[in-house]
């Protein structure tokens, strides 16, 4: 079975599960990435949801590797008990949370690498302005560069 990637998408295969008759917990493999709407779909229907990790490389290669294989493997963990890992939750404070330190991490890095090639195109510039930056803090060669307004 193949489903659209939304909620159109989930609530079909929340239908064709249901047909089924009593749903135990639905096993995913990938949670927290590509799977994360699909988890936090079933969790807000109600319904729990077990992360599956992936078999060992051994027993996939010994096996065969395909979607279906994988879906099967998922299912007969869950059913037999090895499967019993709670995905994170995606939503509430600590979700937000994990959002914001992204957010901040991603900022901290394109200060650094803005900072890394200002640096470096500093080193290409006249004699004047190298003596002008020389030994300047990140702050305050930013404060000098924004009073020069054109080009140094």
């Given amino acids: 079975m193949t489903i659209a990637t939304d909620n159109g998408g989930y609530q079909q295969l929340l239908d064709w ?8 917990p639905f096993g995913i493999e990938v949670t927290g990435s590509y799977c994360a709407g699909l988890t936090s779909f079933i969790r807000r229907n109600g319904h729990r949801v077990v992360e599956v990790n992936r078999p060992d490389r051994r ?19 869950v059913l037999a008990g090895y ?5 994170k939750s995606a939503d509430g404070a600590v979700e937000m949370i994990r959002q914001l ?4 991490d991603t900022a901290v890095k394109d200060r650094t690498s803005a900072m890394i090639t200002l640096k470096a195109t500093l080193i290409h510039g006249s004699d004047q302005l190298r003596q002008d930056t020389a030994g300047k803090t ?11 307004g054109q080009p140094c």
Avoid: W, Y
């Fill in 83 to 87: 499967a019993t890992a709670e995905p």
């Fill in 59 to 77: 027993m996939r290669r010994l096996a065969g590797k395909s979607d279906t294989l994988d879906a099967e493997n998922a299912a007969r963990a």
């Fill in 17 to 24: 599960a249901n047909g089924f008759g009593q749903i135990i």
């Fill in 138 to 148: 990140q702050i305050m060669l930013a404060h000098f560069l924004d009073r020069c």
């Fill in 101 to 104: 330190k992204v957010a901040h």
